[in-house]
């Protein structure tokens, strides 16, 4: 049998699962490790209602 796979990465993580499948994955950075991703990108979180946190919501049962 010829194996017919060609690298589409130049770097991969490896990773096994518990049947002893072996996975690649093309190895990407985090982008929120990325200075430029952070710096360009509004990371707050604010409710979707508008306004800041109360503290005081009630859940539903």
Same mark, same amino acid.
Do not use: T
């Given at each position: 049998m010829r194996n017919n796979i060609k690298p589409?990465?130049?770097e991969y993580?490896? #990773?096994q699962d518990r049947n002893g499948v072996i996975m #690649?994955?093309?190895k990407r950075k985090n982008p929120f490790y990325d200075d430029n991703f952070i710096q360009s990108h509004n990371l707050r979180q604010s409710e979707e209602f508008g306004g800041p %946190?109360?503290?005081k919501?009630? %859940?539903d049962d």
């Amino acid at each position: 049998m010829r194996n017919n796979i060609k690298p589409m990465a130049n770097e991969y993580d490896v #990773f096994q699962d518990r049947n002893g499948v072996i996975m #690649f994955y093309p190895k990407r950075k985090n982008p929120f490790y990325d200075d430029n991703f952070i710096q360009s990108h509004n990371l707050r979180q604010s409710e979707e209602f508008g306004g800041p %946190l109360i503290g005081k919501e009630k %859940l539903d049962d």
